[in-house]
Structures are given as structure tokens and as C-alpha cells.
């Protein structure tokens, strides 16, 4: 700038912004109720996991209570959501799916 003009501009950014969407945590909990090879049969439909992975998955989430089955854009965590959830009601099992911001 010349003489008695500051620089009033403001920075510039020069990264470029590449903002990746936030990521959404979808956990089962365990219960009481819910046979475990319910639980397999969400895991392997809803999921893609391998009968093992899904068997491995759901004693864990027998044993620790609760845990991460897979994370997801928001969209696409609310629909895996929802479809767990309404599945386990047709079958009557009180299996709960939420989700939560990593
Ligand atoms: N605890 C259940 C039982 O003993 C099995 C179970 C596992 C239920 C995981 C829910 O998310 C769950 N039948």
C-alpha cells in the first residue's frame, strides 16, 4: 500500500476448503430380550457383515452393553436408524439403535 493507506484487507485463505460432511456413529444396545441371533440376522442385513463379524459384533455388545456397528454420513445413519428400529418392532424384540456425532 502507499503512504498512509494500511493494509486494511482482510487475510486471505489460501487452503482450499475441502469440508468433508460429519460422521455419525450408529451403536446397538444390549437388553435382556432380544434373541442373540436376532441380532446376527441386523448386523449381516443392515450392516454387510460376515455371519462371524456380525456373531463377534453382537457378543460384544452382549458383554460391554453397547457398541459402534458402524459410521455413516447423516443421512445414511438416520435410515440404518430407522430401519433397525422398525424391524425390531415387527418382531417385537425391544432391540434399541441410536446414533451419535463422532
Ligand atoms: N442380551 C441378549 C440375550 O442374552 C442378546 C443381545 C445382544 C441383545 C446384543 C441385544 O444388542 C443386543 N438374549
Do not use: W
Request: aromatic fraction near 8%.
Amino acid at each position: 500500500p502507499k503512504d498512509g493507506e494500511g493494509d486494511l484487507g482482510v487475510a486471505l485463505e489460501t487452503r482450499p476448503k475441502t469440508k468433508r460432511p460429519p460422521l455419525y456413529k450408529v451403536m446397538i444396545l444390549n437388553d435382556d430380550y432380544t434373541p442373540m441371533e436376532f441380532v446376527v440376522m441386523v448386523l449381516e442385513r443392515f450392516f454387510g457383515l460376515s455371519h462371524a463379524q456380525a456373531f463377534e459384533l453382537m457378543l460384544t455388545v452382549h458383554k460391554k452393553g453397547l457398541a459402534v456397528v458402524g459410521v455413516f454420513s447423516y443421512e445414511i445413519a438416520e435410515t440404518k436408524v430407522a430401519q433397525v428400529m422398525d424391524f425390531a418392532q415387527r418382531h417385537q424384540h425391544p432391540l434399541q439403535c441410536t446414533m451419535e456425532r463422532e
